[in-house]
């Protein structure tokens, strides 16, 4: 009787495997398969059908340099500047050396710029420590400060089995720079830690959104943002937010009308 239970829940399992296997098979060849077909809707000019497709295949929960920059291309040749400037952000947030997409994103928020209403002073900038962690990743910066603490405590270790003379005197001396690396390695992680996972950053994804003095549409505007403008989340009341721009204003937009970062 247990040889029989047991062969049954064997094969039961073994039944299910073969099951999840199929399905995760079948998700990834229609990942696949829509992701193509964005392409080819998009070498075709039909750009609107190519942003269909990608966006199904970002719905599906893929998350990709590759994927984020063709969708900033085709929103940006389908005349959709928020949502551009908000796909290459995230091309840009997985690799920071994707130069096409950094050239991409200049070239859209300047159109932005030009397509905006809004003349507000400062809004486009960014705190300074934030524009000196943003280019780069977490793991970056991670691998970075990991190789210069090996390499402090190597260069600990011949200090202390070097003998005095010229040679333990260079190696104080590139003990004493790999250390202030060091230092400048671990406040640049820790910024960009924070940077990710304290600060709420957002896209305005409409060409221009009028922002209210409170989260309901009677609330008179305050002032307006353009398409692609980075503002900060401080604040979520239902379905809308309180964000805030680098000049200080602050004020409560529609949480739809945003993509988060």
């Known amino acids: 009787m ?10 039961l399992a073994f039944t299910c495997t073969n099951s999840a296997r199929a399905q995760s098979g079948e998700l990834a060849a229609s990942k696949d398969a829509t992701f193509r077909r964005g392409n080819d809707a998009y070498f075709h000019g039909r750009y609107q059908e190519a942003v269909e497709a990608y966006e199904q295949v970002v719905a599906l929960g ?7 920059y063709n969708l900033g291309n085709a929103y940006l040749k389908a005349n959709q500047l928020g949502p551009a400037i908000y796909n290459y952000e995230r091309a840009l ?25 809004d003349k507000l002073v400062g809004a486009e900038g960014m705190p300074v420590w934030m524009r ?48 202030i690396g060091t230092a400048l390695s671990a406040a640049l992680l ?29 609330y008179q505007a305050v002032f307006s943002v353009h398409a692609g403008l980075r503002v900060r989340v401080t604040e979520k009341e239902q379905d809308w937010v309180r964000v805030r ?17």
């Open 2 to 11: 247990k040889t029989i239970t047991l062969t049954l829940a064997f094969a």
């Open 62 to 68: 893929v998350r990709s340099e590759d994927l984020f």
């Open 93 to 117: 947030d997985l690799d920071a050396a994707q130069e096409d997409a950094a050239f991409n994103l200049r070239a859209a928020r300047e159109a932005a710029r030009k397509k905006g209403e």
């Open 132 to 179: 000196v962690v943003q280019p780069y990743s977490v793991g970056a910066l991670g691998w970075l400060f990991l190789g210069l603490y090996l390499a402090l405590f190597t260069i600990l270790v011949s200090i202390h089995f070097s003998a005095p003379g010229f040679l333990r005197v260079g190696l104080w001396a590139a003990f004493a720079f790999v250390m």
């Open 190 to 218: 820790g910024g960009r830690v924070y940077l990710a996972e304290r600060v709420e950053q957002a896209i305005v994804l409409p060409d221009s959104v009028q922002v209210k003095e409170g989260p309901d549409p009677n």
């Open 245 to 261: 721009l680098s000049n200080g204003l602050e004020g409560w937009i529609k949480e739809s009308d945003l993509g988060r970062l």
